[in-house]
């Protein structure tokens, strides 16, 4: 998860990430992520 002061992104199980917050700047535009892993 990563998370600043007006945005949150979150990991799910499913490997999808979903976001939340400000998006003045485009931080929480996760539409074309693909392949994402938790890391160890």
Known sequence: MSA???H???LRSG???VSTG???DGQCS???WESIQ???
């Open 4 to 6: 600043g002061s007006i």
């Open 8 to 10: 949150t992104l979150g």
């Open 15 to 17: 490997g999808t990430v």
């Open 22 to 24: 400000n998006n003045a």
């Open 30 to 32: 996760v539409s074309g």
């Open 38 to 40: 938790a890391g160890p």
